[in-house]
């Protein structure tokens, strides 16, 4: 390693360190971080851009910015000149990552994994510069491989080594099936590296144990290997759990601009940097002043997080859209005003109906008794009116705005 950083010029050198620091910021783990300073240096003696891999199996094509962590991470390779190999597993999606999961998956048909790489991508275009990325379908090589070749690969892995999974040995010692097939998905995601000759692959840190499997393979095949980098998986809204929409702890990145703003808004003050430094494209500098001002108090954390939501909106949905967000979020928690962006439904119920009925009907709320509690709680309103009864009947009337909580609001229109 000593070899190829002696060659760089003073230039080069800073200019190494500098994308080095950007890289190895808010990961887990860097494997192994001299490697990674070897792989810069070449690339910028070499003027060849580095290959950046992330695999990605279309199981579950709803995305939320706890998705985008590891997309910012590629975005910053990207913004350096380097190439970017998505590559969507059209054929290990069939079998599905068994990662985390205590029964095998459902196998995909061609139709569904089909369908939900594209809407992978129509949301990913929203960090990445889609023009600026290599997109693979992994079945163009692997559906190629023979069963002789299937077995080669094989030879190249212990069973002690893919036991070593927490999901497996899991299932295994709760008496659960693990089928064989599974224990080849890691090993097809590591023969990607080798046929793209990836130089690093990003992944979450749930994903250790594959993303590590390329480096392994690359090296049994005599390549070059790949340095991993793992970033950590980002807590929801809670500030407990990992974001997730099965949760309801999640921002979905085609909310709406209100929506997101009013939900980052929302998140616990110990998230602030996290969300800063692992899903917006602040400069470094940036994301540590943030860091520095939050420690020391020079910045309140409302106004903090009034920057993050708004910066996190403007990712997705542009300056324009960001700075009505910001503005609709200070009318409504700020001066008590009603939002200009209400969604209007169009009415067909009954004329007089008691709130709990009229708001699970919209289905602002699951059911009845959770209305009742809200009102109890003092989180529904009517025409801006607080309600306190929770038998209350109202009459349904053109432009009738109903309000759950802080972000909830439907106005109604009679035909």
Same mark, same amino acid.
């Given at each position: ?10 230039? *080069? ?64 390779? +990207? ?27 459902? +196998?995909?048909?061609?139709?569904e994994v089909e369908r939900n790489a594209k809407t992978y991508l129509d949301q990913f ?29 094989? @030879? ?6 893919l036991l070593e999974r927490d999901d497996f040995d899991k299932r295994i010692n709760a ?31 749930? +994903? ?110 542009? *300056? ?13 928690? *700020?001066?008590? %005003? ?27 709320? @699951? ?27 109202? %009459? ?6 109903? +309000?759950?909580? %802080? ?9």
């Amino acid at each position: 390693m000593g070899a190829i950083l002696n060659q760089l010029s003073d230039e *080069q050198r800073k200019e190494m360190e500098r994308q080095y620091a950007v890289y190895t910021h808010g990961t887990s783990e860097v494997i192994p971080g001299d490697e990674l300073k070897n792989k810069i240096a070449k690339s910028l003696l070499e003027n060849k851009p580095l290959k950046v891999k992330l695999g990605l199996d279309p199981t579950a094509p709803d995305v939320h910015i706890g998705h985008t962590v590891v997309l910012n991470k590629l975005r910053q390779f +990207q913004e350096n000149g380097h190439i970017i190999q998505l590559i969507i597993g059209n054929f290990t999606g069939k079998i599905g990552d068994p990662t985390g999961k205590s029964v095998a998956r459902v +196998q995909l048909t061609d139709e569904e994994v089909e369908r939900n790489a594209k809407t992978y991508l129509d949301q990913f275009g929203k960090v990445l510069d889609e023009n600026k990325v290599e997109l693979h379908y992994n079945a163009k090589w692997l559906s190629e491989l023979k069963f002789e070749d299937v077995i080669h690969l094989a @030879g190249k892995i212990t069973v002690a080594r893919l036991l070593e999974r927490d999901d497996f040995d899991k299932r295994i010692n709760a008496n659960k099936p693990v089928s064989l097939h599974e224990f080849f998905y890691p090993l097809m995601q590591g023969y990607d590296s080798i046929h793209l000759e990836s130089d690093i692959e990003i992944g979450g840190n749930d +994903q250790y144990f594959n993303v590590l499997m390329g480096r392994h393979l690359q090296e049994q095949f005599g390549k070059e290997k790949q340095v991993v980098l793992t970033m950590p998986l980002l807590e929801g809204l809670d500030g407990v759990e990992k974001m997730s929409k099965s949760k309801g702890n999640y921002i979905g990145i085609t909310e709406k601009p209100s929506e997101i703003y009013g939900k980052v808004m929302s998140i616990p003050d110990q998230l602030i940097v996290t969300y800063t430094e692992l899903i917006t494209d602040l400069s470094l500098s940036e994301k540590h002043s943030i860091r520095d001002e939050l420690a020391s108090g020079k910045a309140h954390p409302r106004a903090l997080k009034m920057h993050l939501a708004k910066t996190i909106v403007r990712q997705f949905h542009g *300056q324009e859209k960001a700075q009505e967000a910001e503005e609709s979020f200070q009318k409504v928690f *700020q001066q008590n %005003k009603l939002p200009t962006d209400i969604d209007e439904v169009h009415w067909e119920g009954e004329q007089y109906i008691t709130v709990p009925y009229l708001v699970t009907s919209l289905g602002m709320l @699951g059911s009845t008794s959770e209305t009742r509690r809200m009102i109890k709680n003092g989180g529904i309103k009517i025409n801006q009116v607080k309600v306190t009864d929770i038998h209350l009947e109202i %009459k349904v009337e053109d432009g009738l705005v109903i +309000q759950v909580g %802080k972000r909830k609001f439907k106005k109604l229109k009679l035909k």
